[in-house]
């Protein structure tokens, strides 16, 4: 597959070995260990034979270039043996909504974990409704309780585990095998996990898809999607990107490729300061509830034990009751927590949330105001020293 003579597919590599080494065809790149940022949208055929055969490695920049192409493979062997392709689209979004366009059509019948990231939400419930699709919220922690959710037109099911702002960790090995048997496909939005914590397609999932805006990117740049497929759902996912072109720009592509080498590194780091921090947080006089899956004392710790192998830098915390004006003292207060929305990059952020206004089949009462953490590369002792100025100032307003 490259110069070095790694074949990452068909050798059993670990995944940081997978990270550095998959998609790098050195030969093509002229020695280089990236590959080039492919500005194109012409290819030309260098005879008419040619031009009537179609014989051509890239046909046309929107379907893909040797950057795209180095990208799709590093993918595909990060998720394993069950990755038919890789499709590349211009953000997290539009990887759920093409996903979504791919399984469904007038007339079908879709399932959503209640705790879908929300704009996936807003997707069903506008678009896809406007088309003639049908969207049914059930509770994700249902497990193979969701099997009195189906119809005889059930197409998909959506979910991610864990929710992104509030944690719940749900069953997709139990919700897949529900859906396959009713003929219904599984896509799954594993941005939390990625590959490198969480094989999706090697537990059921059909389509698993990454807002690779967060952690693959890594350094807050870029907005950027990657949908991989197992063989079932592949050739009608990659005939629905090419019907809508949705394609990605090469700097974007580049920037996507380059995050995914040190991937592996970074969430070990994510996951280490991110634990400690919660355990922190946990022990606060100010703290009702620490909501992170990879905490003995969580809820969702048992499915998450199963089924990842780590965990991101993104939690959530319930504060005690407490006025809004003391959790914007807090806001206002800390520095290395930079208040915006996205996750993912190497630094730390907090926003505050309140998922009560689109829930449906579950209900989000959690007896104070939540702020979600994502928590970065600087050094911890920093950050606890941070959120305590913090937490110093949401005392002094709540007195
Ligand atoms: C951010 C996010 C998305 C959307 O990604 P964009 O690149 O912002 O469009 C999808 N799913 C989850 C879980 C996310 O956090």
């Known amino acids: 597959?490259?110069?070095?003579?790694?074949?990452?597919?068909?050798?059993?590599?670990?995944?940081?070995?997978?990270?550095?080494?998959?998609?790098?065809?050195?030969?093509?790149?002229?020695?280089?260990?990236?590959?080039?940022?492919?500005?194109?949208?012409?290819?030309?055929?260098?005879?008419?034979?040619?031009?009537?055969?179609?014989?051509?490695?890239f046909q046309y920049g929107r379907h893909g270039t040797p950057t795209t192409k180095a990208l799709q493979e590093a993918m595909m062997a990060l998720e394993g043996p069950q990755c038919a392709g890789v499709g590349i689209v211009p953000s997290g979004l539009s990887a759920i909504s093409t996903a979504l366009l791919s399984a469904l059509k007038a007339g079908d019948h879709l399932l959503v974990g209640d705790n879908i990231y929300r704009p996936s939400r807003n997707f069903c419930n506008g678009l896809l409704k406007r088309y003639g699709v049908e969207t049914t919220f059930?509770?994700?922690?249902?497990?193979?309780?969701?099997?009195?959710?189906?119809?005889?037109?059930?197409?998909?099911?959506?979910?991610e585990a864990p929710g992104s702002q509030t944690f719940e960790m749900a069953d997709i090995p139990a919700i897949a095998g529900v859906a396959h048997t009713?003929?219904?496909?599984?896509?799954?939005?594993?941005?939390?996990?990625?590959?490198?914590?969480?094989?999706?397609l090697e537990q059921g999932v059909d389509i698993s898809l990454q807002a690779a805006t967060k952690y693959i990117g890594g350094h807050s740049d870029i907005m950027f999607g990657t949908i991989s497929a197992n063989a079932k759902?592949?050739?009608?996912?990659?005939?629905?990107?090419?019907?809508?072109?949705?394609?990605?720009?090469?700097?974007?592509?580049?920037?996507?490729?380059?995050?995914?080498?040190?991937?592996?590194?970074?969430?070990?780091?994510?996951?280490?300061?991110?634990?400690?921090?919660?355990?922190?947080?946990?022990?606060?006089?100010?703290?009702?509830?620490?909501?992170?899956?990879?905490?003995?004392?969580?809820?969702?710790?048992?499915i998450w034990k199963r089924d990842f192998s780590g965990a991101s830098g993104l939690f959530s915390i319930v504060l005690k009751p407490a006025p809004q004006k003391a959790v914007d003292a807090?806001?206002?207060?800390?520095?290395?927590?930079?208040?915006?929305?996205?996750?993912?990059?190497?630094?730390?952020?907090?926003?505050?949330?309140d998922c009560d206004g689109y829930r449906s089949a579950?209900?989000?009462?959690?007896?104070?105001?939540?702020?979600?953490?994502?928590?970065?590369l600087e050094n911890v002792e920093d950050l606890k020293a941070d959120l305590e100025r913090g937490f110093a100032a949401f005392n002094a307003a709540n007195s």
């Open 1 to 57: 597959m490259n110069s070095s003579g790694h074949d990452p597919r068909s050798t059993p590599m670990k995944t940081e070995t997978v990270l550095v080494t998959a998609g790098r065809d050195t030969t093509a790149q002229k020695g280089f260990v990236n590959p080039p940022v492919v500005h194109g949208s012409t290819v030309l055929y260098p005879t008419a034979d040619d031009l009537h055969a179609h014989r051509a490695e």
């Open 138 to 159: 059930f509770d994700p922690l249902i497990g193979a309780g969701v099997a009195k959710f189906f119809k005889s037109n059930t197409a998909a099911v959506l979910v």
């Open 182 to 200: 009713h003929g219904a496909i599984v896509i799954d939005d594993n941005t939390w996990a990625t590959p490198v914590y969480r094989r999706a």
């Open 233 to 302: 759902t592949w050739p009608r996912l990659v005939e629905t990107i090419r019907e809508l072109g949705v394609c990605a720009g090469p700097d974007d592509v580049f920037l996507a490729l380059r995050g995914l080498r040190t991937l592996s590194v970074r969430l070990a780091h994510h996951q280490r300061s991110g634990l400690e921090m919660a355990r922190w947080l946990a022990a606060r006089p100010e703290v009702l509830q620490v909501l992170h899956p990879a905490l003995e004392s969580d809820p969702g710790h048992a």
């Open 330 to 353: 807090l806001l206002d207060t800390v520095r290395l927590f930079g208040m915006g929305y996205s996750w993912g990059g190497f630094e730390s952020l907090v926003i505050p949330f």
């Open 362 to 376: 579950t209900t989000w009462a959690p007896g104070g105001p939540a702020l979600r953490l994502h928590i970065g």
